[in-house]
């Protein structure tokens, strides 16, 4: 989403587009010159608070995962569109759900136009030089919507692009205009000319348009301009942010400058490899994310459709490079986070039944409802009803040659709605982020993964003859006796 102001006209000038006199025109003027947005070229911001997973609640019906913030900084740049935050964080402990023994984590991200980037955290990169920058192309859209999601960003966008006004009852005024004519931004000016609210959508794999809204209060007074102590954001209908603000300079943030590897970055082919397990199954890999290909008699059953619809529409292609002539029927989904559904409309668009924990499908019913205005995808284009199975113990999808066994993991700190797949003939498990196999050369923790821990308990529930395992993350197809290993058992343990 990036923004162009033109050369700035300044304020002045491009509130004289609007109607003299007008309601719009009287409450931009006061609210920009409360907030000293006019000559605020940049805002630096930090504090504390608690910042939430996105897309990664351990239950649909939850909200996203906590974790305690123990530093956050943002530098924004108005005139350049450009953002830099860094945030330091650690997983919040849930009572009742056991999870890895929590790490810090650091965060450094960025935005300038239409290009986004992290940059590893630590101070160098294994050669000795500087890191190199990770591009985040699907972040730039939401990156771009927070830095005029914020008070001044919002009245300087809101007066360029010829917002519009009504009154709120109880006071006020809401604000609404749109950027590149597709992104809607919302905001609310209170009695004391101050940014109460923004809200604003951006598109999502699963959940379509998706509401952002930011919220503002407690305003008090750095370097000679109100600038709120708390911001609270809800994304997706749950808490992503909720900063309590410290400190705040205006002017004086460092340029953002984009890394040569991004600005000259060519983005190359998804290509998704096949490498064969068994007669007629296939792991899929190529990227971050896997995917399982299985052929049955007539037809072919698919396990995991994850981050978005590009990976699908590759995987898909493979499929049909492979068994020319065989539809998908089935699209079996592990668990509901984000980067292992976002590309399941996908494959209902193809027609695929898909196989889930019970608990999933009233979530992706709900979700899948929304609309889809921003980025429309095949399935919005087809007007297609989602089936479903609902796994809730066990099912078996058999073609009376070759079963495909699903079955509930049950136990699991990382989804109360999660599953596996296991082919009985050729003792292959297959299973996403319940266990990820690491480098041969890597050793195994020092404590090892209650996850992992959870998913050897389930295999010896359920009783499953496992010889290969087929991880939906990782470099490698393992064995039983690697995870044996990585959770500190004998590696022939009966």
Do not use: C
Request: proline residues 7%.
């Amino acid at each position: 989403m990036h923004l162009s102001l033109r050369p700035w006209l300044g304020l002045t000038t491009t509130l004289s587009l609007l109607a003299v006199g007008s309601a719009s025109a009287q409450t931009l003027e006061s609210a920009i010159r409360n907030l000293g947005s006019a000559d605020t070229r940049s805002v630096q911001i930090a504090g504390s608070g608690n910042t939430f997973q996105f897309g990664q609640a351990p239950d649909p019906s939850l909200p996203w995962p906590r974790f305690e913030l123990k530093r956050y900084t943002a530098d924004i740049d108005y005139e350049r569109a450009a953002a830099r935050v860094q945030i330091q964080r650690i997983q919040a402990v849930e009572a009742g759900r056991l999870r890895p023994v929590p790490v810090e984590q650091r965060v450094d991200q960025y935005v300038a136009g239409p290009l986004a980037w992290n940059l590893p955290t630590a101070s160098a990169s294994a050669g000795g030089g500087a890191p190199a920058a990770v591009p985040q192309s699907a972040a730039a859209r939401e990156r771009a919507a927070e830095i005029w999601a914020t008070p001044q960003g919002f009245l300087r966008a809101a007066a360029a692009h010829k917002a519009r006004s009504k009154a709120l009852k109880g006071g006020g005024r809401e604000i609404r205009f749109k950027l590149d004519g597709r992104y809607r931004f919302v905001g609310h000016i209170n009695s004391r000319h101050e940014v109460e609210r923004v809200r604003t959508w951006i598109d999502n794999p699963v959940l379509g348009d998706t509401l952002v809204e930011t919220r503002f209060s407690k305003y008090q007074t750095f370097e000679g301009r109100p600038f709120p102590t708390r911001i609270e954001r809800i994304q997706g209908g749950h808490p992503v942010l909720d900063l309590q603000v410290s400190e705040v300079r205006f002017n004086a943030g460092a340029a953002i400058s984009v890394p040569s590897e991004i600005a000259n970055a060519v983005r190359a082919p998804l290509l998704v490899k096949a490498d064969p397990l068994a007669d007629g199954v296939f792991y899929l890999t190529g990227g971050s994310h896997h995917s399982v290909l299985i052929e049955q008699k007539d037809h072919l059953v698919i396990v995991e459709a994850p981050l978005d619809e590009e990976r699908s529409l590759a995987v898909i292609a493979k499929a049909r490079e492979i068994a020319p002539g065989k539809p998908i029927r089935y699209l079996v989904n592990t668990h509901a986070h984000f980067d292992h559904s976002g590309g399941l409309r996908t494959f209902v668009a193809e027609g695929a039944t898909i196989v889930t924990p019970q608990a999933n499908i009233p979530y992706y019913r709900q979700a899948w409802s929304a609309p889809r205005t921003l980025k429309p995808d095949l399935l919005a284009g087809k007007g297609r009803k989602p089936a479903f199975i609902g796994i809730d113990g066990k099912q078996v999808l058999s073609d009376g040659q070759r079963s495909i066994e699903v079955h509930s993991i049950v136990g699991s700190g990382h989804s109360d709605a999660f599953a596996l797949v296991y082919l009985p003939a050729e003792k292959i498990l297959v299973e996403g982020d319940a266990y990820t196999p690491t480098a041969a050369s890597v050793p195994p923790p020092a404590r090892p993964n209650p996850f992992s821990v959870n998913l050897h308990d389930n295999i010896l529930r359920l009783g499953l003859n496992v010889e290969r395992i087929a991880a939906l993350h990782g470099p490698r197809v393992v064995t039983l006796a690697d995870l044996r290993t990585a959770i500190g058992e004998p590696a022939s343990a009966p």
